[in-house]
Structures are given as structure tokens and as C-alpha cells.
């Protein structure tokens, strides 16, 4: 008999070596009447290591010595953290006997050590994921963020909606109270327990009078990006906003008092309001130009995407890591932090946007859009399109 905290296997066979694979049938079903606990019922205490968990268990030293050793290839048991659940099991009929450990690593990996002729051998078990389509529809009556706890979604994935409609509408200023949306998503599965969201497969936007329908194309098993339903990309050469949600304290204009140096001057660029440590992303690909410390702009960031194109951000409180002048950025890239630094009277950032070395206000631009999907792969994107589209649930 195989002793799992309280479950109890029987096996026909005393030295038969114990292994995974004879137990996955019996876990299988176990899975779906026991919980984690019981099936993992020992779990590393905070501050506490894997070897000190094993050593309350009277597991000797030497097996956690050679169990240490054959895991070391595949996962550093030193560096466990706190809260990993694992199983220990002994050979039947005899407890002083360990034949082997089972640690979840997480709910798609376990790493199986034990012993085969006196010798610990270690092996990952990456279990299979299903994927189920999930449908949320929602209705704005105070923000974005509030009709996603409201619809019962996880509020990252209306980040995700945001991300995928950026050039289309500026969710930090156009989102209106009456704004509709529906999407259909992939949840991840493994063995019946819910281990996260993967793409979104469709989605539609409702602003004022506009409604943006987004379709997912996927080729091969890899997403190639979202485009509209005639096969034109929703991508444009620049983000609609460098903050994905920030509130616009100051806009473009030829004559504007200061609120620091109580003047009246130019202010060639937006002001986006937002708390100290919010990211601020690239609205295009391109390369560093500046990145360093000017004047009244304080901590500042200068990107060139091109011959025409140059973005400026300022009052940065930091910059991420890594960058310095001719390093690349991509489209949607953090590039640095909100700050307030230099002549700021509180934290919000200074986006500036020249066209052939000139000012120009960001929120009066046009671009044209990326490249749509390839002629020769039409046909398949419409009958992607027909399936992602059907999944959509009816509006509100």
C-alpha cells in the first residue's frame, strides 16, 4: 500500500519500483475528488528551505543529499520558495523506506526524483493543457476597469482589450460612460484546475458612434496579431498614448500659464496626469536618442523612430533598466517611469512629438496603418474569422 498524506493506493507488486506514470491513472481520478492539500500534503513553511522541510519529515540526510544532487540538472532545490507543496512516498509497508518525492513546481509541472536501483534519478512531468473558450461582455458606467469586476472577468484581460485596441481609441481620455464591449478568450486548464487566460480570440469596442471589431490570426500556433475583419491591421506606426491609462491635465498649446515658473509660455507637448512608478511605453519602434538628466524636463527620454519621427518624454521619476543612447525599442516597450522631476508641480509626464525636427500636437495626428494580412493567407484568416467571430457573446 502507497501512503499519500490520507489517500491510500494499492499496488500488487512490493518491489515494484513506484513511478509516475503507474500512478497518473489513479492521481487522474483523484484529482477530481481530492484537493491539493491532500494531494501535496507537505508544503515548505516561510522562511524555511526544502531540506529543512525534509528533515522535519525524518528524511536522512544523505537521501536529501542525493535527491539535491539528481534534481540539480533539472531545478535547484535550494531555491525553492516558501509555499511549494510536494508528497513524499515510501515503499509499501515500509515508512523508513523513501522511494520517492513529487514536487509541484506549478499546476502544469511537477518534478518527480526517485529511486531506481539505489540510485535517485530526476525527472520534469509537463502535464497537458486544455484550453476552453471563455465569452465577457460589459457595459462602461464609471470606467473600463470597474465593468470588468463588474462582468466578473479578471481585470487584466480588459488591459489586454486596451492593449489590442491602443491605436483606435486612447483609453485614457476617450473611454465614455455608455461604452460597450465583448470579447471571447482562451482559459487554460490542467486536469480540470484553472491555471490562467491565454489569447483573446475576438473582441469588439463600442465608443460613441465607432465600433472596433478586433480578430486574432493564428498561424501555426503562433498569434501573428489582431486585425479587422476585412484583414487590415489594427496597428498603426504609433500608439494613440504612451501611458495605457493616465488622465490628460494639459494638451498641446502655443500659450499656457506655467504652474511653476508663473509665466506664460508655449507648451509644445500633452501633460498625462498619473501616480508616480506608472510605466510609460514607446509609442514606436525606434532608437534612443537621449537618455539622462535636461534641465526642466528633468529625467528625459528621446526616441527617433525614423527620418521624420522623433518622441520626447519627460519628468520621469526613473528610467528601466538597460537603457542608453542607441539602444532599440519596440512599439509598447516600457521605457521609463512617471515621475516629477525638474520643473514639474507634481507627478504626471510631458510627451513631446516632432515631425521633421518640429512640434506638432500628438492628438491632432493621423498614421497609416500596418501591413495587413498577406494576400496568400486571406482565406485562412476569413475562416479564422467566421470561427473567433461566432464565439462572441451577444450584446447587453
Not at 182 to 199: A, D, N, T, Y
Not at 351 to 378: C, H, M, W
Request: no cysteine.
Amino acid at each position: 500500500m502507497l501512503i499519500i498524506g490520507s489517500i491510500s493506493i494499492f499496488y500488487k507488486s512490493k518491489q515494484k519500483i513506484i513511478n509516475f506514470e503507474e500512478t497518473a491513472q489513479a492521481e487522474t481520478e483523484l484529482n477530481e475528488v481530492v484537493p491539493i492539500e491532500q494531494r501535496y500534503p507537505y508544503v515548505i513553511e516561510p522562511r524555511a528551505t526544502f531540506s529543512e522541510s525534509l528533515r522535519k519529515l525524518d528524511i536522512s540526510p544523505r537521501d536529501i543529499h542525493d535527491i539535491v544532487v539528481a534534481a540539480k540538472p533539472i531545478k535547484d532545490l535550494g531555491r525553492l520558495h516558501p509555499g511549494i507543496r510536494f508528497q513524499i512516498l515510501h515503499a509499501p509497508n515500509e515508512i523508513g523506506n523513501l522511494v520517492s518525492i513529487r514536487i509541484k513546481l506549478s499546476p502544469q509541472e511537477v518534478l518527480l526524483v526517485q529511486k531506481e536501483l539505489n540510485t535517485w534519478v530526476a525527472e520534469k512531468i509537463t502535464k497537458q493543457i486544455q484550453t476552453k473558450v471563455a465569452t465577457f461582455r460589459g457595459l462602461v458606467k464609471s470606467s473600463l476597469w470597474e465593468s470588468a469586476l463588474e462582468a466578473g472577468m479578471n481585470p487584466t484581460i480588459i488591459a489586454e482589450l486596451a492593449e489590442i485596441f491602443a491605436w483606435q481609441v486612447d483609453f485614457s481620455r476617450e473611454v465614455q460612460v455608455g461604452d460597450r464591449w465583448r470579447l471571447s478568450v482562451e482559459e487554460e486548464f490542467v486536469k480540470g484546475e484553472s491555471i490562467g487566460w491565454g489569447s483573446i480570440l475576438s473582441a469588439e469596442y463600442i465608443n460613441g458612434a465607432n465600433t472596433y471589431t478586433a480578430i486574432l490570426f493564428r498561424k501555426e500556433k503562433e498569434d501573428m496579431g489582431y486585425f479587422a475583419p476585412d484583414g487590415t491591421s489594427l496597428k498603426r506606426v504609433f500608439l494613440k498614448s504612451p501611458i495605457q491609462y493616465g488622465r490628460i491635465s494639459s494638451r498641446f498649446s502655443k500659450r499656457r500659464f506655467h504652474p511653476v515658473l508663473k509665466v506664460a509660455r508655449p507648451h509644445n507637448g500633452v501633460d498625462y496626469a498619473a501616480p508616480t512608478g506608472t510605466p510609460i511605453r514607446a509609442v514606436g519602434d525606434g532608437m534612443i536618442a537621449f537618455v539622462g538628466r535636461s534641465g526642466g524636463g528633468g529625467n528625459v527620454i528621446t526616441v527617433r523612430h525614423n527620418s521624420t519621427y522623433t518622441t520626447s518624454y519627460k519628468h520621469l521619476s526613473r528610467f528601466a533598466k538597460g537603457l542608453r543612447k542607441g539602444s532599440s525599442v519596440q512599439q509598447g516597450q516600457t521605457i521609463g517611469y512617471v515621475g516629477a522631476t525638474g520643473l514639474a508641480s507634481g507627478p504626471h509626464l510631458h510627451f513631446e512629438f516632432f515631425v521633421n525636427g518640429r512640434y506638432v500636437d500628438p492628438l491632432s495626428q493621423k498614421f497609416p496603418t500596418a501591413e495587413p494580412i498577406p494576400p496568400d493567407k486571406l482565406v485562412n484568416f476569413l475562416e479564422m474569422k467566421d470561427k473567433f467571430f461566432a464565439y462572441l457573446p451577444d450584446w447587453i
